[in-house]
């Protein structure tokens, strides 16, 4: 960390050696006896190492806060099972490609095993309990989570390549809020659809990515079980240790064996969940997977949430405060290296403001750092896998052959890993690829408009619907636009804020169904 400056009533002095700063009394008195300057106390220190720039120093969070298993069963039935079908696969760390642990990939019979349990606990018990006593497991698992945060937040880093700020600051405590918000709902279900008698559907089976693992599990399965419904949930391929060591979590709880299942693996695995007896999917992945999905469940009677992709549009009106917006462009669209569905991936300035905010934006964008998602100091950390990786790069390649300008701040990435620079593109047309499709990277396109009518037509102008941010001073503008925006979630000067108490999904191929608020509990209900 750059060092403190000349504290009150010191001064800095001249010719100092070495780079180091010397400082003596303002007064130039000497000290009274028995007390020392602080010229006497550096003196004596001229020998020791001075850092020779202004930089940070590492910060690394400690990796012994969490004990990861050299092997990883399928959490069944309230305990770790072999996998029928004999297969494993090591999950690795992205950051520096280094394994981690062997995790099993579940076959068809051992998802159908996990859905029979979940099955069992439904019938057995799980929606007979009184609603208050649902509620105690569901707080105390979110006051487990509050608990252990540091070991899950290490661990998620680790896996999934994000900084550990954003995983101790707002994974962790967002996943621990889901918990304790719907927890709060599971006895007060009949209050949430007055004058209709709500009922538990039976298993749910879902399916979540890698972008915020342990966050989509909290989002899936706390209101799932308020409700009275067992689940079978299927991590992303990449990035299931969170989920693993939530197992934990869920027998210190001592929730009933049954009642959540987590069965690992790829999308063989996630296919088999859908196809299996369940009585509900909620994906939450890529629109292509998706409509799969959709394809598959049509006519079975299951029913279905899709919160898929996004192409959002943040718009900087000309009047709003411009250090904030910037702010919030970086923070809506480097937060998580971009892969956040909901990124704010097409900025549109208003053409007036268009070089200062270009200019502002390059310059904050040299003060992030990018590397070891364990460093405290770290903004950027790692791309969660070689595929993902592969898609950006190519997707940056096809922007920079359609003829837009690319930036990127100098920075040295690590050599081993996967890395992306934090990049803009100016000179964007509507048609790119990189201002159509989502780029899930830290990639930005800009664009600009002249009036609002052209900011709404621009930010609609995609086959996606998740979200848009407006930044503008006039209140009145904020809701001339979000009346018009095509958007599930629409943030005005912010971006990229969460609560468990506010539903969130999308329009258009950006799917359908609300995770979040009250409005999350009915996917996980019937109506009598
Ligand atoms: P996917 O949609 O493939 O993955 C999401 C989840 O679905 C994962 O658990 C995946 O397993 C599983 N899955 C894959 N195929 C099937 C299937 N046929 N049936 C059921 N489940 C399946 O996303 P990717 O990881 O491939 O990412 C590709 C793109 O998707 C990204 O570049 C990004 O654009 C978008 N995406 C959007 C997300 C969002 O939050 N909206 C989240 C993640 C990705 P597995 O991990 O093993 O493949």
């Known amino acids: ?158 896996n999934g390549g994000k900084p550990i700020k954003e995983s101790r600051d707002v994974d962790l405590p967002l996943a621990a809020a889901h918990f304790f918000y719907y927890a709060g709902w599971a006895d007060k279900l009949e209050y949430a659809f007055p004058n209709r008698r709500p009922r538990p559907i039976g298993v749910a089976g879902q399916i979540i990515p890698w972008n915020f693992p342990l966050l989509m599990l909290a989002w899936k399965i706390a209101p799932a079980l308020a409700c009275g419904n067992t689940v079978v949930l299927k991590p992303a391929e990449t990035t299931p240790l969170t989920a693993l060591l939530f197992c934990d979590v869920l027998r210190q709880a001592e929730l009933p064996p049954g009642v959540v299942n ?62 904030q917006a910037v702010e919030g462009i970086v923070n809506g669209i480097y937060f998580n290296q971009g892969h956040v569905c909901c990124a704010g991936s097409r900025l549109l300035v208003q053409e007036s403001i268009y070089e200062d905010v270009v200019a502002k934006l390059k310059r904050r964008m040299g003060t992030l750092r990018v590397g070891d998602p364990l460093d405290k100091n770290t903004d950027v950390g790692a791309i969660n896998s070689r595929a993902q990786l592969d898609r950006i790069r190519e997707l940056v390649r096809a922007g920079e ?53 052209e900011a709404v037509e621009k930010a609609n102008n995609t086959p996606y619907g998740l979200s848009a941010g407006i930044w503008t001073e006039k209140g009145s503008r904020i809701l001339w636009m979000a009346e018009r925006l095509r958007a599930g979630v629409i943030w005005a000067n912010t971006y990229n804020r969460f609560d468990p108490a506010s539903p969130f999904g999308g329009y258009k191929e950006s799917g359908f169904g609300r995770e979040g608020g009250r409005h999350g509990l009915e996917p996980y209900l019937e109506f009598e």
Not at 297 to 308: C, H, I, N, Q, W
């Open 262 to 323: 987590i069965v690992t693996g790829d999308g063989r695995t996630g296919a088999a969940l859908v196809e299996a007896d369940v009585d509900k999917i909620a994906f939450t992945g890529s629109t292509e997977v998706g409509k799969a999905i959709q394809r598959r469940v049509a006519g079975s009677g299951k029913r279905l949430t899709l919160e898929l992709g996004g192409k959002a549009a943040n718009v900087i009106f000309d009047d709003c405060a411009l250090d």
């Open 401 to 453: 052959e359609e003829g837009a300008e690319v930036y990127q701040p100098p920075c040295r990435l690590p050599e081993r890993g996967y890395w992306f620079a934090p990049t803009v593109f100016t000179n964007v047309a509507q048609s790119y690829r990189i201002a159509q499709e989502e780029i899930f990277g830290p990639v930005l396109s800009v664009l600009t408009f002249r009036t609002p009518d």
């Open 1 to 158: 960390m750059p060092s403190a400056g000349p504290r009150p009533g010191q001064r800095r002095r001249a010719g100092s050696h070495g780079g180091a700063v010397r400082y003596r009394r303002s007064d130039g008195a000497a000290a009274a006896p028995g007390r020392f300057l602080v010229t006497d106390i550096e003196r004596r220190q001229v020998s020791a190492p001075v850092p020779a720039g202004w930089d940070y120093a590492p910060a690394p969070e400690a990796r012994d806060v969490v004990t990861i298993e050299e092997r990883y069963g399928l959490f069944v039935g309230g305990e770790f099972v072999e996998p029928r079908s004999g297969d494993w696969y090591t999950t690795i760390s992205p950051a520096s490609e280094e394994p981690l642990a062997e995790v099993a990939q579940a076959g068809e019979d051992d998802v159908g095993v996990a859905v029979a349990a979940a099955r069992e606990a439904f019938e057995n018990g799980w929606p007979a309990l009184p609603p208050s006593e649902r509620a105690k497991y569901l707080f105390r698992i979110a006051r487990i989570l509050q608990e252990r945060s540091r070991e899950f937040a290490v661990l998620e880093s680790l």
